[in-house]
């Protein structure tokens, strides 16, 4: 064996496909560790905007909900929460879906998935924001 193959971190069949890496995998990684901090402070200002409108009447809840800090706020919780899961259903895909064909339909179904929700929570939140 050569020292080329010996210092090599690829398995066998690696080398033969010249399959490296997709490149991806540290910056998915990371973007959950960072959206999980995040999710962490966003997730109890949020609970506790909720918790303080309970027993209120429905035009305080929407003046509440509509007014900046607090929609700004519950924007960032959901868009990060929505990234957030979108990372994760593609990693659960990425390794558990075995045909190429179709771990490539379910990434695209989970993106058009997530950016569909996405938008749905942006509307409501500037919907309460200025109505």
């Not at 905007?49 to 309970?54: H, Q, Y």
């Not at 990060?80 to 990372?87: E, F, K």
């Not at 990434?107 to 942006?122: K, P, T």
Request: net charge positive.
């Amino acid at each position: 064996m050569n020292d080329k193959s010996s210092s090599s971190m690829r398995t066998p069949m690696g080398q033969v496909r010249h399959l490296g890496s997709a490149k991806t995998g540290t910056k998915n990684a990371w973007h959950m560790r960072v959206t999980s901090i995040a999710l962490l402070p966003l997730s109890i200002i949020f609970v506790a905007i909720i918790l303080s409108l309970i027993g209120k009447d429905f035009n305080t809840v929407r003046a509440t909900l509509g007014s900046p800090l607090p929609a700004i706020l519950t924007l960032l919780f959901l868009l990060a929460g929505i990234y957030h899961m979108m990372l994760g259903m593609k990693e659960i895909i990425e390794d558990y879906v075995h045909g190429e064909l179709a771990k490539t339909w379910l990434v695209m179904l989970n993106m058009f998935f997530a950016a569909a929700i996405g938008l749905a929570c942006i509307y409501a939140v500037l919907r309460l924001s200025f109505v």
